[in-house]
């Protein structure tokens, strides 16, 4: 089985081709665990034959073997791991793709060379924001819980992050913690996975939960269309990504897209 290494704006993960081969040995922990301490990387993630007809599907691990939920820049990567393949999207250019949380799309918007793709994303719709903690809870694939600070960089995120992750308030699955401060028409966000148990350099459904809490929290746009849709910019730790959704209501968002980098590495 051949293995790819692959980065959603540093977000890195080991990427392998299972739709026509036995997977059963990947999807054990202990081998998951060792696959991912090998390559340095964020997490597993498996391109499957779809069940439902649609082009592909798509299973994700944490380090440590967990699985059952959404990664964002992985969903970029394993889109830009369809098109490298060679194989054709059901609509041009967008790939239909079924996930541990529902149907997901995919559009390849570049190709720059051989190893770099931007990809815009469509992530589920979000029904229900918590107030909680002095942030925000809500479930953008994966369960986020999101503060917004004065400046991030002063922020100890492994430390406050696994305080948060291991919340009594988040028990059992406990949550991701994200950390998120303005300036001008950017927002700055910093991570703490779980499943990882560390800050990671992105991560996708935590930049889309990001997005949402900041208009919660009555930080403006840096878009806001005709139709409504609102549009953020937001720094990870070395990239830049877009998050944009249209409001549907105090508590409900919908039409939901993240759009990044993806990329091929050696």
Not at 119 to 124: A, D, E, K
Not at 235 to 256: C, Q, S, T, Y
């Amino acid at each position: 089985m051949k293995l790819y290494k692959w980065s959603g704006a540093g977000n890195l993960f080991v990427v392998l081709d299972g739709r026509n081969s036995d997977v059963s040995d990947y999807r054990k922990p202990e081998n998951i665990q060792k696959l991912c301490s090998r390559y340095s990387t964020d997490g597993l993630m498996i391109m499957l034959a779809s069940a439902t007809g649609n082009d592909f599907g798509m299973e994700f691990y944490n380090p440590d073997g967990t699985g059952g939920m959404m990664c964002g820049n992985g969903g970029r990567c394993i889109a830009a791991f369809a098109d490298y393949l060679g194989l054709k999207p059901s609509k041009e250019r967008t790939y239909v793709f079924d996930a541990a949380d529902g149907v997901h799309c995919a559009q390849i918007l570049s190709r720059d060379s051989e190893s770099k793709w931007t990809v815009r994303l469509r992530m589920i719709d979000v029904h229900g924001v918590k107030e909680i903690l002095g942030g925000h809870f809500l479930n953008t694939g994966t369960r986020h819980f999101v503060k917004i600070v004065g400046d991030v960089e002063k922020v100890n995120v492994d430390k406050d992050g696994r305080e948060l992750r291991l919340h009594k308030e988040f028990a059992p699955e406990g949550s991701n913690a994200n950390f998120v401060s303005a300036s001008e028409d950017l927002l700055h966000v910093r991570t703490f996975e779980k499943g990882v148990e560390r800050e990671t350099m992105a991560c996708g459904t935590g930049l889309t939960a990001s997005a949402i809490a900041a208009y919660k929290n009555g930080i403006a746009p840096q878009k806001i269309y005709s139709n409504g849709v609102v549009e953020y910019a937001l720094m990870a730790r070395h990239d830049l990504l877009r998050v944009e959704f249209l409001p549907a209501g105090k508590e409900d968002f919908k039409d939901i897209f993240l759009t990044g980098p993806a990329e091929l590495l050696p």
